[in-house]
């Protein structure tokens, strides 16, 4: 599974790069906002600090202007990823510009029947929100389950990227579950490195080192 980053900070980024396993990038409106610098700018600066897929949002709600802003965020860099909502005007506009070869993440996907019309439309990405459904009670990841099996019974190339994990958990699940990519926010990639049992093994590995060679050395001196 690939692993994405769920963020518009540049520090973050910076940091998870630096950690060589980041392979991409999600951002929405929301997250655009957060650091206050227009979506233009702040998305040039992330293509410069991850290559890979960087997904950046549309705010229209209409055909039209979705068309429009598709062309100038697919013009800043040619790992764009162009965003839109899962709704009439979103599949509209993925299934026209799709065909001229801009690249689509549908958003805001809830039902395996919504990412149907994602994966009919031609869409590269659909980013299913497993965190929102467990948020009103219902088990996000099935969603995701039954997404893999739909695409895998009809071949479809749509990637499946799990957004709104909240959880080294839900991390996990998404990769069993056959998600192509999840999108993670800083703190749960950090999150993901840990385990009691590494820092107890590490510690005692060096303990046992240290007991044998700094006696050695010191019996030498
Ligand atoms: C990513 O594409 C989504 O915008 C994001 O994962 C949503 O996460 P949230 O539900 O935690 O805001």
Known sequence: MKIFLDTA???ELRKGA?????DGVTTNPSLIAKEGIAI????????????????????????AGMVEEA??????????VVKVPLTRDGIKTT???SKEGIRFNVTLCFSAGQA???????AY????????????????????????????NYNFPTQILAASLRSPLHVAQ????????????????????????????????????????????????
């Open 9 to 11: 900070n540049l520090d």
């Open 18 to 22: 630096d950690w060589g396993i980041v």
């Open 40 to 63: 233009d700018e702040q998305i040039k600066r992330i293509c410069d600090i991850v290559d890979g897929d960087i997904s950046a949002e549309v705010v229209s709600t209409d055909h």
């Open 71 to 80: 062309y100038k965020l697919a013009k800043i860099h040619k790992n764009i």
């Open 95 to 97: 299934a026209k510009l």
């Open 116 to 122: 149907l019309l994602a994966a009919k439309a031609g």
């Open 125 to 152: 990405i659909v980013s299913p929100f497993v965190g929102r459904l467990d948020d009103i009670a219902l088990e996000g990841m099935n969603l995701i389950r039954e997404i893999a099996v739909i695409y895998k």
């Open 174 to 221: 998404a990769a069993v579950a056959g998600a192509h990519i999840g999108t993670l926010p800083f703190k749960v990639l950090d999150m993901l490195f840990n385990h009691p049992l590494t820092d107890r093994g590490l510690e005692q590995f060096l303990n046992d080192y240290a007991k044998v060679f700094q006696e050695q050395a010191s019996s030498r001196r």
